[in-house]
């Protein structure tokens, strides 16, 4: 079974950065699509940053230019680096993995708060 472990979600403050980690098991990370989204209490999960197989990336509009996704093929792990974080970027961060072929695979989630 496919399998996605996010880590490096905390507390900072306004301005600040955090990097997520997510290491995949069982498959490989260029396999379809690799993406991180991002859940509050109350909305539906939104999509926040992606790559392709390819090496494509897609960014929702309120982080581009504060927001990195990057992978790294030898440990099978896709990471974002967030910058300039701001109070509304607080939410359960997700990693993802979509085939072409239908599977879709989710890790656990991640808490990322940004208060001071």
């Known amino acids: 079974q496919v399998q996605l472990v996010e880590s490096g979600g905390g507390l900072v403050q306004p301005g600040g950065s955090l990097r997520l980690s997510c290491v995949v098991s069982?498959?490989?990370?260029?396999?379809?699509?690799m993406g991180w989204y991002r859940q509050t209490p109350g909305k539906q999960r939104e999509l926040v940053a992606s790559v392709a197989g390819g090496g494509t990336t897609r960014y929702a509009d309120d982080v581009k230019g504060r927001f990195t996704i990057s992978r790294d093929v030898v440990k099978n792990a896709v990471f974002l680096q967030m910058n300039s974080l701001k109070p509304e970027d607080t939410a359960v961060y997700y990693c993802?993995?979509?085939?072409?072929?239908?599977?879709?695979?989710w890790g656990q989630g991640t808490q990322v708060t940004v208060s001071s």
């Open positions: 993802n993995q979509k085939w072409s072929a239908g599977g879709d695979y």
């Open positions: 069982r498959t490989l990370i260029t396999i379809g699509t």
